[in-house]
């Protein structure tokens, strides 16, 4: 089962790297990783997807509060959360398939950023199903280049992650 971890983290030198360490010596897998400072810049938040049983996530979330850079660790996925992934895909677009793609980008409320005489970079918000089912109504030979963030994740309402 998929589980987005969000981790408050000490803004500091190799905390990101015990994290990820932590993971890669207990064979558990990230699938996707997004990290930036958050208003407070001595900490930062880091957003982790990963799958497993309850009991496997129970585990991971153990050992990433026993260190010392974790402030807090919290499994968005056990209450309603808001889930965005940011997506840039150079598509050709040559011929007809121009005004095709500009209407597939509107229905999936994307955004053309970089048009040239034979592509179309496209950027596309929203959870990681939308953004696939996009690349999925694209002819494979005509995508290029996939750019994709990975999850980024926040709690709704009054659910929030602070110290």
Do not use: C, W
Request: glycine letters at 6%.
């Amino acid at each position: 089962m998929k589980h987005i971890l969000s981790v408050l983290l000490e803004n500091a030198p190799g905390a990101l790297s015990r994290v990820v360490g932590l993971f890669s010596a207990r064979g558990y897998n990230i699938e996707t990783l997004t990290v930036a400072p958050t208003e407070d810049q001595t900490l930062s938040r880091m957003t982790i997807m990963t799958a497993g049983s309850d009991e496997v996530i129970e585990q991971i979330t153990k050992h990433l509060n026993r260190l010392v850079d974790v402030v807090k660790v919290v499994d968005l996925t056990e209450g309603e959360h808001v889930e965005r992934e940011l997506m840039m895909i150079k598509v050709r677009a040559v011929g007809k398939e121009r005004e095709e793609l500009m209407r597939l980008t509107e229905i999936f409320r994307g955004h053309i950023v970089d048009v040239t005489d034979k592509t179309y970079t496209i950027e596309l918000t929203g959870d990681q199903a939308k953004n696939q089912a996009f690349i999925n109504t694209l002819e494979k030979s005509s995508i290029l280049e996939t750019v994709r963030t990975g999850v980024s994740g926040i709690g709704r309402a009054e659910r929030i992650l602070k110290i």
